[in-house]
Structures are given as C-alpha cells and as structure tokens.
C-alpha cells in the first residue's frame, strides 16, 4: 500500500558514460539522510536483460523499449512515495522527452555530470568494459538540452564533493519552476 500524501524525490544524474555517475550515486546513498533513496541505473537494466546474439537485428527497438520500461519504473517508484536517484544517459534526444513526459518535474532535481572529453577518453579506457569512443559519442549530445538544477564537473570536482553539492540543493527549497518543468514548458512551446 503506497501512502498517498508523499511522492518521491527523484535526483536525476545525466552525463556521458564514465563521466562519474555512479561514484556520485554512490556518494549520495552514504550522505543522505531521511527516507531511504533507491538507486535506479539504466546500466542496471540493460544488466537484467536475456539478450543474446539473435536478438542484434533489432537491438536498437530492443533498447529503445528497456529505457522506456525504465523511465516508468523510475517514475512508478516516486508516485509509490519513493525517494530515488537516477543514474542515466540522455543521448538521444526521444530520452529526454520519454522522461519529461512521465517525471513528475516539480520533483526532480535534474543535475548535469560534467567531465572534460579527455578524462572522459582516459576513464573509457581505464575501464575496460566499455567499447572505445562511447563517452566520445555521447559528449555532444547529452547535456544538449542545457537547463540544470544542479551541475558538477567531475574533472575538477571529486565524486563527494559532487554529492554534498547535490545534498546541499535537496535541503533548499526547489527552485520554482525547476528545470525539468522549464524544459517540460520548452517542449510544449510555452
């Protein structure tokens, strides 16, 4: 039975593959005080999937419906009153306006992970898990809607630090209107 007087928060993490998401979010779950935050990363989803080879032919339909299913399971668990935090990549901009429809704005803090190009390249291949170039072809594209609660820049910034700034604009008052309802009213042209 969910408690209908409280809707989630949702801290919304955007940024380019090893742009230092997850350090943040890791961060954050140690920082937080209050009701529990649940940690929701699309990486996670594509991690619970039974894809094989065959299913290749249609991959982009495929992952296109996973980050669907995402977007409203995020969404699903602050209408339940749960406090999230998102760990995501909104690289085609169909993202963006998936998750502008279903979030509820007034309750995201949308924070901007910033890294320099370089880094980002360093990291990619320090991994090891990831393919060559994905960060790179991301860099352009992720932050392309420009309009954020919160920015950080991992290059300069350490993942706490990042994460202390986060907790820090949770304990304000939001912003009125936040920048998931300006981007909302932008993409309905008002």
């Not at 419906?65 to 990549?89: E, K, L, T």
Request: aromatic share 6%; charged share 25%.
């Amino acid at each position: 039975m969910t408690d209908g007087d409280r809707r989630g928060r949702i801290v919304f993490l955007n940024g380019t593959s090893s742009s230092g998401k997850s350090s943040i979010a890791d961060e954050l779950v140690g920082l937080l005080d209050g009701p529990p935050y649940y940690r929701m990363a699309v990486d996670g989803f594509l991690r619970m999937t039974t894809l094989r080879e065959e299913h290749t032919s249609d991959l982009d339909a495929v992952l296109r419906r996973m980050r669907a299913g995402f977007h409203r399971s995020v969404a699903a668990m602050a209408s339940a009153g749960n406090d999230v935090i998102v760990d995501h990549v909104l690289s085609e901009p169909w993202r963006l306006a998936d998750c502008l429809e279903v979030l509820p704005g007034a309750d995201v803090l949308f924070v901007g992970v910033h890294c320099p190009l370089a880094e980002l390249e360093r990291r990619e291949a320090a991994r090891g898990d990831r393919e060559a170039g994905i960060a790179a072809l991301q860099f352009g594209r992720v932050h392309a809607h420009g309009l954020y609660d919160v920015e950080c820049d991992t290059g300069t910034t350490s993942a706490r630090d990042c994460a202390l700034l986060i907790r820090k604009a949770l304990a304000e008052p939001p912003a009125s209107p936040t920048a998931f309802e300006r981007l909302r009213g932008r993409q309905a042209g008002v």
